[in-house]
C-alpha cells in the first residue's frame, strides 16, 4: 500500500496507514490524518490547548526516506507536558547496562545520573499519546573527556545526552514510528499520565495490564517563561541496521519547575520492563525532580554519528 494510501477502519474511528510495510491506526480527522506531517500552523493555532506556533514558524519541514517510508522532518509537537526524576546510581552498574562505545556522565568518580520520565502529547503531527521512559546521562559522544559545562548542562536539563533502556508508549504509530524509524527500545502498552500545576501523576501497566510503574508527586512551582526564552535540547544515541545515529529533540519550556526535595513524591516500581530496567541501575537516591506543565518541542530524524569504541 502506498504511504499516503488509506482506507477506513468503519468499527472504530481510526483509518489505517502505511509506515515502511507497517499498517497502522491514527485517528481519522487527527492531525497525521489531514496532513501526513506536514501541518498548517495556522489551524493548529487556533487549537485552545496551544498557546502558539511562533516556536515552529522559523523550522523547515524536511522530506527525508526513513525505515517507516518518506517522512518529514521533524515531528512537531504542540502541547506537551512532562516529570521526570533525576538519581544517582553507582557507575559500575551503568555500565554494564550501556554499549561499549558510551560512557555514564558522572558527578564524581563512580556515580552516575539516570532518570525516570513521564510525558504527556496533547497536540502533536502524529496525534494524542503518552510516552514513559528510563534513561541514562552519557557523555558526548565526541567528547574525549567529561568537561565541566557537560557536567553543568546535563543536571540542569539544558544540553542532555543519553542512552534510553526501555521507552513505552500508548500509540501504535508512536511505537512504529519511534522503534523501526528512531532505533528506540519502544511497545505499546496502558500508559496514563496526569500533569497539571498541582499535581504529577503516571501509571505504567506491565503486559498483563498490572503495575509497571507509577509516580505521585506534588508539582513543583512553575515558573512561565516567553517562546523561545529557553530551549533545551536532548541527544539520544540508538543503533539502526547495525549503525550508531543520534536524534536531536529540541524543547521549548513555556512552564515548569524544579525541586530538590522528594517530600511526597513517590515513585512505585512493580512487576514489568520498566522497573526492571530501573533496578538493574540499583538508583541511590533522587536528587532532581523536573516537571514542565506546559512546553513544545521538534523531535527530528535520526542521523548516522561517529561513536568512538571506549571500554568499559
Not at 509537537?77 to 556522565?105: F, K, N, Q, V
Not at 526535595?261 to 538508583?283: A, F, I, N, W, Y
Amino acid at each position: 500500500m502506498p504511504a499516503d494510501q488509506q482506507r477506513t477502519d468503519t468499527d472504530t474511528d481510526t483509518v489505517k496507514v502505511d509506515l515502511g510495510g507497517r499498517e497502522v491506526a491514527v485517528p481519522k480527522g487527527g492531525l497525521y490524518d489531514r496532513y501526513r506531517m506536514r501541518p498548517d500552523l495556522d489551524a493548529i493555532a487556533r487549537d485552545p490547548r496551544v498557546s502558539g506556533v511562533d516556536f515552529f514558524r522559523p523550522l523547515p519541514k524536511t522530506k527525508v526516506d526513513s525505515p517507516v517510508g518518506p517522512t518529514l522532518t521533524p515531528n512537531f509537537y504542540y502541547a506537551l507536558s512532562s516529570a521526570r526524576l533525576t538519581m544517582l546510581a553507582p557507575a559500575d552498574a551503568i555500565r554494564a547496562r550501556l554499549p561499549g562505545e558510551l560512557s555514564p556522565l558522572e558527578v564524581v568518580p563512580g556515580l552516575g545520573l539516570v532518570s525516570v520520565m513521564f510525558f504527556r502529547y496533547d497536540v502533536c503531527d502524529i496525534d494524542f499519546y503518552t510516552e514513559a521512559a528510563v534513561g541514562i546521562a552519557v557523555r558526548p559522544a565526541r567528547h574525549g573527556r567529561l568537561g565541566f559545562l557537560d557536567l553543568v548542562t546535563g543536571l540542569k536539563n539544558e544540553d542532555l545526552h543519553s542512552y534510553v533502556l526501555s521507552l513505552p508508549v500508548s500509540s501504535e504509530i508512536a511505537q512504529v514510528r519511534g522503534h523501526d524509524g528512531y532505533g528506540f527500545p519502544k511497545w505499546v502498552t496502558g500508559l496514563d499520565v496526569e500533569i497539571d500545576h498541582s499535581q504529577t501523576t503516571a501509571r505504567v501497566a506491565n503486559d498483563s495490564g498490572g503495575l509497571d510503574m507509577a509516580l505521585q508527586a506534588p508539582t513543583p512551582r512553575q515558573t512561565a517563561q516567553a517562546s523561545g526564552e529557553r530551549v533545551t535540547s536532548l541527544t539520544s544515541y540508538t543503533t539502526i541496521n547495525g549503525g550508531w545515529h543520534s536524534t536531536l529533540n529540541q524543547t521549548n519550556v513555556l512552564n515548569a519547575g524544579t525541586t530538590r526535595s522528594t517530600k511526597g513524591v513517590s515513585l512505585q516500581l512493580g512487576e514489568g520492563r520498566m522497573s526492571d530496567d530501573l533496578r538493574s541501575l540499583r538508583p541511590k537516591r533522587t536528587i532532581q525532580f523536573d516537571v514542565m506543565t506546559e512546553g513544545q518541542a521538534a523531535l527530528h530524524m535520526p542521523v548516522p554519528t561517529s561513536v568512538p569504541y571506549r571500554n568499559k
